[in-house]
């Protein structure tokens, strides 16, 4: 029951935001966690390594005779014009690759893709293609750079290196900063990266049987709970498990003073559901609001 | 014409609407298949298949969008059922990505890039050029006349490895040297491929430093321009100024314009940073990055240029003319297509 209460909406969590489009309705947002952007990091550098070690492994497969030709004299041509695709592969692969992905209508690299995250628009205009680029450049400096300094052993490089590895520092911690998660690029580019779940329609609930000439409930058994109650009895209803569905038919019926015979649970909670519901919709359309049981 | 048996296959007839007890429940079915429609759109174009989409569906996607976010909207004050306002939520979010996502792919923006929005960007950011040319005249002037006072101070300012050898007094033949042609391409294209990498990575530092208010990317201009004129004086002194200038300007035309580029796009962020004007410094902060991007892709194209010139060019060109003559024919180039390629009209509402 409580994973039910936890996946309830109207909550506002720490990393939900309200962005209004330009038409005027806010929507709710979800930024996307700094666990999960570095996961994506994580997986989109896999998919880069991997990438390129099936590029050298195409290319050793091709041309596989062309290595033994370096020892010769001249240099041959071909072998030239391998490294010079090598290079240029390399270069792509480190600016290409999340160019081509967020530009794309997903607005994701497939790393981001797999964790349920896209880039957007902080302003909520539209997204283009220079903020794109704006925060993948600034990427290299926050990424790459470090990564290259670290391997290459550049703290120990004595002063220089130590200034280095701060400055360094401050653009790789920068997301834990600011409560967006922005890292510097976002900053700059004016884009931030949130959560893009999508949602399957589900039946409406009320095509039930009316059973409201079998249950008939009172103003005083309905005034007893409130909106977020009955969003959790819609989970459990929607979920259709038989004991969460005679827990909460017993925790009501104590509440409301019912006895209740066994295996009528669920005809029960139907019935409750849609007579609370109605009670509640209709004290919403006269402007009065029951958040939950407490107000 | 999209197949109309795939359509009706997928959305499902809504539950007869009489039948649901709750008024907020006819609204949903009522308006269901709407939904379905729009959600239909939605993942088509997310797929990256907009082919899919009937021409008649395409017509009413913003019909469809408005009618879906008013439902939202009506939902939020008259439904308490959870499970239809998070779809619908879910929904106009996922439509709201498409409609107001990248309207271009990468190709596009490469096309809209060359014939215009580079050169704009450029153009916008012109006081920064100003400054950053400045600082780079005056590191050159700075490194001149430190050497020519005191030769000592060739040694501090050009790392020993980077001399190889043209040092202050050195052997005129030594010099001519370092200068002269190769007789063949052999090996260069993968020395022109290096030095590209190279370069950019000091370009895109010169961009990236430009966070601290831009006084680092002053300082590494400074730097930079000031080993340049430690150099150039090595040679005048040696009398070999005006075909260092010619070695150099092959490639350094299109280099250090790059450089100077790349440093500008560095000091428009900082220095809108330190004065964003009357916006907030996260708006201007944005609009300036934006801006500084694209010139920085620029940059990396010219730096591409420059190391083609510099790997292929410079090393098969051996007289000071011909050299001069590539070098200001670039010079000529590059400021003919900043001043002039206008960005084509915009065809997006």
């Not at chain 1, 409301?256 to 209709?282: K, P, T």
């Not at chain 2, 048996?5 to 008024?23: C, G, Q």
């Given at each position: ?295 | ?131 950053s040319f400045?600082?780079m005249?005056?590191g050159t ?50 020395f022109a491929a290096y030095l590209f990498s190279n370069n950019t990575g000091v370009t895109i530092m010169a961009f ?12 590494l201009l400074?730097?930079n321009t000031?080993l340049l004129?430690?150099m150039l ?11 260092f200038v010619g070695w150099l300007s092959v490639h350094g035309t299109t280099e250090l314009g790059a450089i100077m580029l790349g440093g500008a ?30 010139v920085m892709?620029g940059c990396t194209i010219m730096l591409i240029v420059a190391g083609l010139l510099e790997g292929y060019v410079r090393q ?7 050299r001069?003559?590539i070098g200001g024919g670039m010079l000529?180039f590059w400021i ?14």
């Amino acid at each position: 029951m409580s994973a039910a209460i936890n996946m309830m909406r109207g909550e506002p969590g720490k990393r939900d935001r309200m962005l209004v489009t330009p038409e005027g309705v806010a929507l709710p947002l979800t930024v996307g966690s700094r666990g999960n952007r570095a996961g994506a990091l994580l997986l989109d550098m896999t998919f880069i390594v991997i990438g390129v070690i099936v590029f050298f492994m195409i290319l050793g497969a091709v041309g596989f005779g062309l290595f033994d030709l370096a020892g010769t004299e001249n240099v041959n041509p071909v072998l030239e014009l391998l490294f010079v695709v090598i290079i240029l592969f390399l270069f792509l692969a480190r600016y290409g690759y999340f160019l081509f992905f967020e530009l794309g209508p997903r607005a994701a690299t497939p790393g981001k893709r797999l964790l349920g995250l896209r880039v957007a628009a902080r302003d909520g205009g539209r997204l283009t293609a220079e903020m794109v680029i704006a925060r993948n450049l600034v990427r290299d400096v926050e990424v790459f750079i470090p990564g290259f300094f670290l391997l290459g052993g550049g703290e120990q490089a004595g002063v220089a290196g130590l200034t280095a590895f701060v400055w360094l520092a401050i653009f790789v911690l920068f997301p834990f900063f600011n409560k967006d998660a922005l890292r510097a690029g976002d900053l700059v580019a004016g884009t931030w990266v949130v959560e893009a779940q999508s949602a399957k329609l589900k039946e409406a609930m009320s095509l039930a049987p009316d059973r409201s000439t079998e249950y008939r409930f009172g103003e005083d058994e309905l005034s007893i709970y409130g909106e977020h109650e009955l969003q959790v009895l819609e989970n459990v209803l929607r979920q259709d498990q038989p004991e969460a569905l005679r827990d909460v038919a017993d925790a009501i019926t104590n509440k409301i003073g019912w006895q209740l015979g066994r295996g009528d649970e669920r005809e029960f909670l139907e019935a409750f559901y849609a007579a609370l519901r109605g009670h509640l919709e209709s004290g919403m359309r006269f402007g009065k609001r029951k958040r939950d049981k407490h107000s | 014409m999209a197949l109309p048996f795939f359509k009706s296959a997928e959305i499902e007839p809504p539950a007869d609407v009489e039948a649901a007890t709750l008024r907020s429940d006819r609204f949903r079915l009522e308006r269901e298949v709407d939904w379905q429609r729009l959600d239909q759109i939605v993942t088509a174009l997310e797929k990256g298949r907009p082919k899919r989409i009937s021409d008649e569906d395409l017509l009413e996607l913003p019909v469809l969008y408005r009618k879906t976010a008013s439902s939202l909207s009506v939902a939020r004050e008259t439904s308490l059922d959870a499970a239809t306002l998070s779809y619908l939520e879910a929904l106009v979010r996922r439509a709201w990505f498409q409609i107001y996502g990248p309207r271009i792919g990468l190709f596009g923006w490469l096309r809209r890039f060359f014939m215009g929005g580079w050169s704009t960007s450029v153009r916008e950011i012109w006081l920064d050029i100003c400054i950053s040319f400045a600082v780079m005249v005056a590191g050159t002037l700075v490194g001149w006349l430190l050497v020519a006072r005191d030769k000592e101070w060739f040694y501090s300012l050009v790392p020993g490895e980077m001399a190889g050898g043209r040092v202050p007094g050195a052997d005129r033949a030594v010099l001519e040297e370092s200068l002269a042609q190769h007789d063949n391409a052999e090996g260069l294209s993968v020395f022109a491929a290096y030095l590209f990498s190279n370069n950019t990575g000091v370009t895109i530092m010169a961009f990236a430093l430009g966070f601290a208010f831009g006084i680092p990317t002053l300082l590494l201009l400074l730097y930079n321009t000031a080993l340049l004129g430690a150099m150039l004086w090595v040679f005048a002194d040696a009398g070999l100024g005006l075909d260092f200038v010619g070695w150099l300007s092959v490639h350094g035309t299109t280099e250090l314009g790059a450089i100077m580029l790349g440093g500008a796009a560095g000091l428009h962020v900082g220095r809108t940073m330190a004065f964003p004007g009357e916006r907030s410094i996260l708006a201007a902060m944005r609009d300036a990055g934006v801006r500084a991007a694209q010139v920085m892709a620029g940059c990396t194209i010219m730096l591409i240029v420059a190391g083609l010139l510099e790997g292929y060019v410079r090393q098969l060109v051996g007289d000071t003319n011909s050299r001069l003559a590539i070098g200001g024919g670039m010079l000529l180039f590059w400021i003919i297509y900043f001043a002039f390629v206008r960005r084509p009209p915009e065809h997006e509402a």
